[in-house]
């Protein structure tokens, strides 16, 4: 189904019951050939968090690079709060949406990508400062005092002149949340944030995690193979499976007793 | 054929115009160079076709012709529709705009080492265009391609007495005129030196940039 035929309520009002944060409505996603979302439907209410598991290739992080405006869907709509991502309304019409307005709905979500991707030019306190001075406009002082907060928040307000070269994997990743978290987003978008860590420094990054999703109304969506941590963080688990929501849950239900075959075969596998 | 100093002598004056002309020749088509190549670099990424294909057009055009067939063109056919400039002017036009060619070039590997992560981070901040350009990606991407861009100031140094053919006498330029006025080496081999006397600090200027920006 294409935009132009989505109806006019929906126009006025994406989050049908006020409550839904992100919206994916019949979202398809193809590379070539290979269809990756097929008719996507789900959504995620304001301060949830959400735990995406599934097979590689499954369409996870497709999910996230969505919503992050990293790749564009071939088909249906996604929903921020009262807006579209996809779309905007122009003369009572909706139309794929401009540049602008991209960027507007954008500064709601943050994301923490699977290779810190730090800005490896800045040191740690700039990484942190640069896009609220240059995006939000705050003064250098205000934000360097909030990104001296957000440091102490993930335990490094000693490593601010620090080069992220300096650092090891698991602080640079630490740093990488709080460049996101400066942003003071709606939305936390984490992809595999410790697939890329030795071992030894899991533990660190998760606690750090663990600590934001306990203590903000931030909403999370996260995609992870720590099923401890999902379990631990998580509000409700989807469980993917060639581009679909094939179940989802509570993280107790999806992980004790699972409904469907493919969710039991993915968790005997990864557990 | 014996060494004469009084040669040397003779030349000196016309030795030091001309070098002065070839220095500041290459400061300032090094300035065209590296600024012109820049922006061709950043306009073939862009996202509009009728920005991207021209730039691509004229720069393939422009570097795969001879520099002397540009330094001509500039001098005699542009005046009769366009500016007239002088033959230092006409000189540094054409050294420039020919090598913003090749820098532009450099550039451009040096943007495509940037990793895609980087322009994602940009993008998830929403970092406007302009900023991801210049406090990402073209920092990194610049500090990887000085030694190359560096190069192109040694080759841009030898290949400035093609200016003479304009009438801008480097130094080059100017020994050739005094050796074949007066049938001897002197002058030349003043020359000689005096390449080599600028190009090895620079070169080693260059090395010097490379391990303190290079890691």
């Not at chain 2, 422009?62 to 033959?87: D, K």
């Not at chain 2, 913003?100 to 981070?121: F, L």
């Amino acid at each position: 189904m294409s935009a132009d035929s989505s109806t006019s309520q929906e126009i006025a009002n994406p989050a049908v019951d006020g409550s839904e944060l992100i919206r994916f409505d019949k979202v398809v996603k193809r590379y070539g050939s290979n269809t990756v979302l097929d008719e996507l439907d789900f959504s995620v209410a304001s301060g949830k968090h959400v735990t995406l598991i599934g097979p590689s290739g499954s369409g996870k992080t497709t999910i996230l690079r969505l919503l992050m405006t990293l790749v564009k869907p071939d088909e249906g709509t996604i929903g921020v709060g009262d807006r579209y991502l996809t779309h905007e309304e122009r003369g009572g019409r909706l139309v794929p949406a401009g540049e602008k307005h991209v960027r507007e709905v954008r500064k709601n979500i943050g994301m923490v990508f699977q290779q810190f991707n730090l800005f490896p030019n800045m040191k740690v306190l700039r990484n942190v400062t640069e896009a609220p001075v240059s995006v939000l406009g705050l003064s250098k002082d205000e934000a360097e005092a909030r990104a001296r907060e957000l440091l102490d928040l993930v335990g490094l307000g000693d490593r601010c002149d620090a080069y992220p070269s300096q650092l090891s994997g698991g602080q640079q990743q630490r740093v990488a949340i709080a460049r996101a978290l400066a942003m003071r987003p709606q939305v936390l978008l984490l992809d595999e944030v410790t697939s890329a860590l030795d071992p030894e420094l899991v533990a660190g990054v998760l606690d750090v995690l663990r600590d934001i999703a306990h203590t903000t109304d931030i909403t999370m969506l996260c995609v992870t193979h720590e099923m401890s941590f999902a379990r631990d963080i998580s509000d409700q688990v989807l469980m993917f499976d060639a581009g679909r929501v094939i179940e989802s849950g509570p993280p107790e239900q999806i992980f004790t007793e699972p409904e469907h075959e493919r969710t039991r075969e993915f968790l005997g596998a990864v557990l | 054929m014996n060494w004469n100093w009084s040669h040397v002598d003779d030349f000196m004056p016309l030795f030091w115009d001309g070098v002065q002309l070839t220095l500041k020749a290459l400061f300032f088509g090094t300035l065209i160079a590296f600024s012109l190549g820049l922006v061709w670099a950043i306009a073939q990424r862009s996202e509009r076709k009728w920005i991207r294909w021209p730039v691509t057009a004229v720069t393939e055009f422009i570097r795969s012709t001879p520099l002397l067939v540009q330094l001509f063109f500039l001098f005699y056919v542009v005046p009769q529709w366009g500016p007239s400039m002088s033959p230092l002017t006409t000189g540094i036009v054409g050294l420039g705009l020919h090598y913003s060619t090749y820098t532009s070039e450099v550039y451009r590997a040096g943007i495509e080492g940037v990793p895609a992560g980087q322009w994602e981070a940009a993008t998830a901040v929403s970092l406007s265009r302009r900023r991801t350009w210049t406090a990402v990606i073209l920092p990194q991407a610049v500090r990887r391609v000085i030694p190359a861009l560096g190069n192109y100031v040694i080759i841009m140094l030898k290949e400035s007495p093609q200016m003479a053919a304009i009438g801008a006498l480097d130094m080059l330029g100017q020994a050739q005129g005094y050796s074949q006025a007066t049938f001897t080496y002197e002058a030349i081999s003043v020359v000689g030196v005096a390449f080599i006397v600028i190009a090895y600090p620079a070169s080693v200027l260059l090395r010097v940039l490379e391990r303190r920006l290079v890691r």
